[in-house]
C-alpha cells in the first residue's frame, strides 16, 4: 500500500470515527450496554479494514463506517422514544439481592455467580451479603446496592451466642451455589460436620438444600436456602 493511500485512509477513518462518535453521544462512553458494546465492535472492525485492508476501497469503507454509526445513532433515537425498543435492545435491570435474600433465578438470567456478585459488592465497600437490603444489576453492567438501615454493633449476648464462641475478622463464604467451600473452612479450623451441625440447628437437612452461606465475625451463619426449598 503506497504510504500516501495508508495516510489518507488513517486521516479518513479518524475523522469519520470522531464526528460520529460525538453524534451519537457520551452514553456509548459512560453507559457500555450489550447494543452499545456490538456497536464499538463493529464500527472498530469496520476502521481497522478501512485502514489496513487495499481490496477494500476508501470509499466503500467510508461508507460501511458512516452507515453502521448511522444505524448506531437512528436505534439510539428509537431506544431513547420507545420503551419496547430499549428493552429489547438494552434490556432491563435485574433484582439480585430482595430483603436481604439471594435471587437465584435472576442470578441464572443475568449468568452470574456467588463469586461474581461478592466482587461486585466488595467495589460498592459491601463485604457481607447480611448488609445489602436490595441490589439491582443494571443493564451497563454495574451494581447498585441499598444497604439496610444502620444498626448499633450486635454483641454475643444480643444474640444469645455463648462468651467463648470465637469472633473472626472478616465476614467468609462457607457455602457457595450450594457447595461448600473448603479451602475457606480450613483457613478458619472448622470442618464439613460443623456446617452440617449448624445447618441442621437452622432445621435444614443438607448442603444441597443451601444456595449461598456465609460465616459472620459474631460466629453465626448466615444461610440463604435455594429457592425450591420452602421456608
Do not use: H
Not at 489496513?52 to 460501511?64: F, K, M, P
Not at 461474581?116 to 465497600?125: G, P
Not at 465476614?171 to 450450594?178: L, P
Amino acid at each position: 500500500m503506497p504510504i500516501v493511500e495508508l495516510i489518507i485512509r488513517m486521516i479518513l477513518s479518524y475523522f469519520v470515527l470522531l464526528t460520529v462518535t460525538r453524534m451519537m453521544g457520551r452514553k456509548e462512553l459512560s453507559q457500555m450496554t450489550f447494543f452499545n458494546f456490538v456497536s464499538a465492535i463493529a464500527i472498530g472492525s469496520i476502521s481497522a479494514t478501512l485502514v489496513t485492508d487495499t481490496s477494500l476501497s476508501i470509499r466503500n469503507g467510508v461508507i460501511a463506517l458512516a452507515g453502521w454509526c448511522l444505524f448506531t445513532i437512528i436505534l439510539g433515537i428509537m431506544d431513547i422514544n420507545s420503551r419496547n425498543v430499549r428493552l429489547a435492545v438494552e434490556g432491563e435491570p435485574r433484582i439480585l439481592i430482595k430483603n436481604g435474600l439471594v435471587m437465584e433465578d435472576e442470578m441464572r438470567k443475568v449468568r452470574l455467580d456467588m463469586d461474581a456478585l461478592n466482587a461486585l459488592l466488595r467495589q460498592k465497600e459491601v463485604f457481607s451479603i447480611t448488609d445489602v437490603n436490595y441490589a439491582i444489576f443494571e443493564t451497563d453492567g454495574n451494581l447498585s446496592v441499598m444497604k439496610k438501615e444502620f444498626k448499633s454493633p450486635v454483641t454475643k449476648t444480643d444474640m444469645n451466642i455463648p462468651p467463648k464462641t470465637p469472633m473472626y475478622p472478616i465476614e467468609t463464604t462457607i457455602i457457595s451455589d450450594g457447595k461448600i467451600v473448603t479451602s475457606n473452612l480450613e483457613e478458619l479450623n472448622l470442618d464439613q460436620s460443623w456446617v452440617e451441625q449448624q445447618l441442621q440447628s437452622a432445621g435444614i437437612p443438607s448442603t444441597s438444600d443451601v444456595f449461598y452461606a456465609e460465616l459472620q465475625k459474631d460466629g453465626s451463619l448466615y444461610i440463604d436456602k435455594k429457592s425450591d426449598i420452602p421456608l
